[in-house]
């Protein structure tokens, strides 16, 4: 199934968490999440995560924009780095971009804040 459709299919699931698509110039894949991130968001954009490793180019990098993202559960931190060993195996890499404190407080506590390429975060 297309990108754009498995991107679909999620938005109209989630009227409380959004995900929007970008392809900026520089090359990159832009995904940005807002809403909650808890355990039925994880487990549903799963397979918009994994169409878009597929998608991307080799050597490329996907960006998971975490601005607008109120919370997420040990669960969707779950997801974000299984994303990450997936893309790093492709290689690819992931960064996760502007993540709220919340957000990062949480990651904090799990001890994972470390293993992931973060750019522009919200501290």
Do not use: W
């Not at 699931?13 to 808890?38: M, Y």
């Not at 397979?47 to 490329?60: I, K, Q, S, V, Y």
């Not at 960064?95 to 949480?106: A, E, H, N």
């Amino acid at each position: 199934m297309p990108l754009e459709q498995i991107l679909r299919d999620y938005n109209e699931g989630h009227p409380n968490s959004q995900a929007q698509l970008r392809r900026p110039e520089s090359g990159d894949l832009v995904i940005a999440l807002s809403g909650e991130l808890g355990m039925k968001a994880s487990s549903d954009i799963a397979p918009l995560l994994d169409a878009a490793l597929l998608e991307c180019a080799p050597r490329g990098r996907i960006v998971l924009d975490l601005g607008s993202v109120g919370y997420i559960s040990s669960t969707g931190v779950g997801l974000l780095a299984t994303t990450m060993v997936k893309a790093e195996k492709i290689a690819l890499t992931l960064v996760l971009r502007s993540i709220p404190p919340r957000v990062r407080s949480i990651m904090d506590t799990l001890g994972l804040t470390s293993y992931f390429n973060v750019d522009g975060s919200c501290d």
